[in-house]
């Protein structure tokens, strides 16, 4: 399995609302990412977990809240969200080791739209 | 502080003839570099990859070219097909470091 999975594939939500994204992978890949892409910019890295511990969180805003229950699975948490906040939000594994390439395996994204 | 630069935003190219997508850094600690392909509304695919040690690695239509003391490397795509159009992102990491700097990328149009 070479696949990094992502649900839903688009949402829509108000500033009130709370939503969560869901995010899984099966290559025992240790390492696990959230990005935001805006359109024609490149992806923007929001989190980093290394086994399951957040190990880089670039200056996100608290309304956006990971978690990583277990190896396999990253959610995202979504409270209170701006209409700014629409985009596209991608998960991504890797491995870990300096003996390996770094190679990031991305889902296909969720679209997200904040009204 | 864009660290990974793709200065062509877009490129167009014939079906069957070379693609050059290229790609610079100004970080001298990277040591592993990659080409990502995207298509809208979907996450990025991982296409190719090099470790500094090397200067090439080819992998079928696809081959990637690193000069280092330039801090450039590029993407030679051939022959080009029109499925290869898409957006071309370069990313770049740093010993240790799980985090990937990524260019801006081109957007790579093949005419058929």
């Known amino acids: 399995d070479t696949e990094v999975t992502q649900t839903p594939k688009h949402l829509v939500m108000g500033m009130t609302n709370k939503k969560s994204l869901k995010c899984e992978q099966h290559?025992?890949?240790?390492?696990m990412y959230w990005y935001k892409q805006k359109a024609k910019k490149p992806p923007e890295l929001m989190f980093v977990?290394?086994?399951?511990?957040?190990?880089i969180n670039e200056s996100v805003p608290s309304r956006f809240s990971p978690e990583c229950p277990n190896s396999s699975l990253l959610n995202l948490h979504l409270h209170a969200l701006q209409p700014e906040d629409s985009a596209l939000y991608l998960c991504a594994s890797s491995h870990i080791g300096l003996d390996r390439g770094n190679e990031q395996f991305f889902g296909p994204g969720t679209r997200l739209t904040v009204l | 502080d864009q660290q990974v630069k793709q200065n062509s935003p877009s490129l167009s190219v014939q079906e069957g003839r070379i693609s050059i997508l290229n790609c610079d850094y100004t970080n001298s600690m990277f040591d592993y570099f990659l080409w990502y392909k995207k298509y809208p509304a979907e996450g990025p695919t991982f296409l190719i990859s090099i470790s500094s040690i090397k200067d090439k690695n080819e992998d079928g239509r696809f081959t990637v070219f690193l000069n280092k003391s330039a801090k450039h490397l590029s993407l030679h795509i051939v022959p080009s097909q029109p499925g290869d159009s898409a957006v071309y992102f370069c990313a770049a990491s740093a010993p240790g470091a799980n985090n990937l700097f990524f260019g801006t990328g081109t957007r790579l149009t093949v005419i058929p």
């Open positions: 977990y290394s086994y399951e511990k957040l190990s």
């Open positions: 290559m025992g890949h240790r390492a």
